[in-house]
């Protein structure tokens, strides 16, 4: 029988998986770390799949997490193109799609997820593109090229990228999009309709409220038919309706998976249901400290921060808690990021100007509760302001909004007296 041992298992050789293996050595962690994941290369970044590796001329190599070379000098085994078939999360064992069994003292599950699909539009059929590795993003930039126009289901952020690129390499672009305003469930009302400027601007044909009822692909292209009536064409299409975390294998292991979010349950260490099981990424759910309620994020720096959280319990080290959530989103020559999380009943206030005829946009909208506490920023072209904030946001301190959307005002200072007023609080 095929049976190998480990110190430390991870399933899932991307973002989690990987920086959770490097934090395990960073922590002083000593004894054999054991990577498997399902796809072929070295674990990469995604965030540029939807964008210079869509429009450039970039290879895998270009994006990896660690260099080549990494995980030999830091004693950490990879395992690819191999995939973990089943848990046994008492008998502390994994057994592989190959037949392989592999025993484990702790095991991280860092799965990460799917692209949800549409019935009839199967991943792979000729013009139909989805988009999570980088197989998917290298086939969908070789079709990029050749085609004049593509139909992309889903406003969300992954779908604005796609159109940006779209546009930046010269094909018509069609967003469909089902709700009433863009990236509703991340920004304010005025940062939507900001959007929708700046995307219909960059000449996408940006639709909302769409409904599309009928897909029908060709060996020519690609329609949808709209409720409504209207039917539309283009050369290709590209869905990008959101992800399906992976959580089939755990849940067979009997892991608690949350029933709203899909999520595999985690602590504040990222420790599952099971003892020495930990989880980590988009495949899991956790009360987050700033958020106060259970999310499952999809973020780079939540698949960071969930790793180095899950590699300090394996380690048994202490390590900080989690940050305000970020996420940043680079679309239509402006960059966007996000800090904190949108709660009803926020006041959102503005510092910079929506637009200036001399320079590129540069705001940021600061949604504050009513004890004067920045609970969610969004800083269009102003990732260095929105730094400068952040130890305001992560420790909640209240602030004066008014002088902070100041923009002739300089934040450091503004910050630094805020900060102030809580004494066990700095900023560098
Ligand atoms: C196109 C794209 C653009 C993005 N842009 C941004 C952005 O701009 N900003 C941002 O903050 N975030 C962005 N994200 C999100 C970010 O990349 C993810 O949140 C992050 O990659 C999640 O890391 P993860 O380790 O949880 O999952 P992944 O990186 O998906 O890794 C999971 C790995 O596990 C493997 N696996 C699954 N099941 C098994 C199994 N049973 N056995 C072995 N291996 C298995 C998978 O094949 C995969 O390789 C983007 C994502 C995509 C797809």
């Not at 940006?164 to 672009?173: C, D, E, H, V």
């Not at 990236?183 to 909302?208: F, K, N, Y």
């Not at 400290?289 to 999310?295: C, V």
């Not at 990021?337 to 510092?351: D, E, K, N, S, T």
């Amino acid at each position: 029988m095929d049976t190998d041992h480990t110190g430390v298992l991870i399933i899932g050789a991307g973002q989690a998986g990987a920086t959770a293996a490097a934090a395990l050595r960073d922590f002083g962690y000593q004894d054999r770390i054991l990577v498997v994941g399902s796809e072929q290369p070295l674990p990469y970044e995604r965030p540029p799949l939807s964008k210079t590796m869509l429009s450039g001329s970039g290879a895998v190599a270009d994006i990896l997490v660690h260099p080549t070379g990494f995980h030999k000098e830091k004693s950490i085994e990879t395992l690819l193109e191999a995939e973990v078939a089943s848990l046994d999360v008492q008998g502390h064992t994994a057994l592989l799609k190959s037949g392989k069994t592999i025993t484990w003292q702790q095991c991280l599950i860092a799965t990460g997820g799917k692209a949800r699909t549409i019935a009839g539009l199967t991943p792979g059929t000729a013009h139909i593109h989805y988009l999570r590795t980088i197989a998917d993003a290298l086939r969908l930039r070789e079709e990029m090229r050749q085609c004049r126009s593509v139909l992309i289901v889903g406003g969300g952020f992954l779908g604005l990228e796609v159109a940006s690129t779209a546009r930046s390499m010269g094909l018509s672009a069609t967003v469909l999009e089902g709700a009433d305003r863009v990236l509703g469930r991340a920004v304010p009302p005025d940062m939507s309709a900001w959007l929708r400027q700046s995307i219909t601007d960059a000449g996408v044909d940006l639709q909302l409220n769409a409904r599309c009822e009928s897909f029908d692909v060709r060996a020519d292209g690609v329609s949808i038919g709209l409720a409504g009536g209207e039917t539309l064409s283009a050369d290709m299409m590209v869905v990008a309706i959101g992800l399906e975390p992976e959580v089939a294998m755990a849940s067979r292991a009997g892991l608690s998976i949350h029933s709203g979010n899909g999520g595999i349950c985690v602590d504040a260490q990222c420790m599952t249901s099971a003892p020495d099981v930990y989880a980590a990424g988009d495949c899991s759910s956790q009360t987050h400290p700033f958020i106060g309620s259970e999310i499952r994020l999809e973020s780079w720096q939540n698949a960071n921060e969930q790793a180095r959280l899950a590699a300090a319990a394996i380690a048994g080290v202490p390590t900080a808690p989690l940050n305000a959530p970020w996420f940043w989103s680079d679309q239509f020559g402006n960059n966007l990021q996000i800090l904190g999380m949108p709660v009803a009943g926020l006041r959102y206030h503005r510092r910079g100007e929506f637009s200036n005829p001399d320079t590129a946009p540069k705001f940021m909208l600061l949604g504050t509760n009513e004890a004067d506490q920045i609970l969610h920023a969004i800083a269009l072209n102003a990732g260095g302001d929105l730094r400068q904030l952040k130890p305001l946001i992560d420790s909640k301190t209240p602030c004066d909004p008014i002088s902070l959307c100041d923009a002739t005002a300089p934040l450091r200072p503004l910050v630094r007296a805020a900060l102030a007023r809580t004494p066990t609080l700095t900023v560098s």
